[in-house]
């Protein structure tokens, strides 16, 4: 009789345990634009007319983000292309002040300046979306990653770089999530 109750005793902890393990959703970012690890629409790539290598009419992906840590008061939006500049990276787009009231953009929403979020400078000096522009040759893989922090929404100043508004959310980071876009030209 006593094996029977450690037994069982035992099995419940283990129950327990796993339970705890799986009781709250995973912090997640997805659209409905294009998929993990896929090319981004043909329209998502830059307009820039001057430049040949961007191809398309820059419209903002569609974003949304589930399942925040507990605290989160505000997110942060990153876009960035780490083989841009030949390896140097680019720095395509950043938004924050995102009150955690917001869960998604709808496509096109980030291209124009908004009053939901504020803008950082990007590599091109833009303080809005600007898509790919990849030159020919192999994808270039587009990271966009949702920060969620406990700063409130209006502590930070417009115009932070990306280095910068990552220091500024030293300490305040209360989880990320992300997904990759990829882009190649000649599309």
């Given at each position: 009789m006593l094996r029977i109750r450690q037994t069982l005793a035992a099995a419940a902890g283990i129950l327990l345990l796993c339970g705890?393990?799986?009781a709250a959703d995973p912090f997640?970012?997805?659209?409905?634009?294009?998929?993990?690890?896929?090319?981004?629409p043909k329209k998502m790539a830059g307009d820039n007319k001057a430049n040949p290598n961007c191809v398309g009419e820059n419209v903002s992906p569609q974003l949304s983000?589930?399942?925040p840590p507990a605290g989160t008061v505000s997110y942060?939006?990153?876009m960035?292309?780490?083989?841009?500049?030949?390896?140097l990276g680019v720095d395509h787009w950043h938004a924050y002040g995102i009150p955690a009231s917001i869960?998604?953009?709808?496509?096109?929403?980030?291209t124009k300046p908004s009053e939901v979020w504020v803008g950082g400078i990007g590599t091109a000096k833009k303080m809005t979306y600007m898509g790919p522009c990849t030159p020919p040759g192999a994808p270039h893989h587009y990271t966009f990653v949702i920060v969620a922090t406990d700063l409130d929404a209006k502590a930070l100043p417009a115009g932070l770089t990306r280095l910068e508004l990552?220091?500024?959310?030293?300490?305040h980071v209360k989880g990320a999530a992300g997904m990759i876009g990829l882009f190649k030209n000649p599309y």
């Amino acid at each position: 009789m006593l094996r029977i109750r450690q037994t069982l005793a035992a099995a419940a902890g283990i129950l327990l345990l796993c339970g705890s393990a799986y009781a709250a959703d995973p912090f997640t970012l997805s659209s409905s634009s294009f998929k993990d690890g896929t090319l981004l629409p043909k329209k998502m790539a830059g307009d820039n007319k001057a430049n040949p290598n961007c191809v398309g009419e820059n419209v903002s992906p569609q974003l949304s983000w589930s399942n925040p840590p507990a605290g989160t008061v505000s997110y942060a939006m990153i876009m960035t292309d780490p083989e841009g500049r030949g390896g140097l990276g680019v720095d395509h787009w950043h938004a924050y002040g995102i009150p955690a009231s917001i869960t998604s953009f709808a496509e096109g929403d980030t291209t124009k300046p908004s009053e939901v979020w504020v803008g950082g400078i990007g590599t091109a000096k833009k303080m809005t979306y600007m898509g790919p522009c990849t030159p020919p040759g192999a994808p270039h893989h587009y990271t966009f990653v949702i920060v969620a922090t406990d700063l409130d929404a209006k502590a930070l100043p417009a115009g932070l770089t990306r280095l910068e508004l990552l220091a500024k959310l030293e300490g305040h980071v209360k989880g990320a999530a992300g997904m990759i876009g990829l882009f190649k030209n000649p599309y």
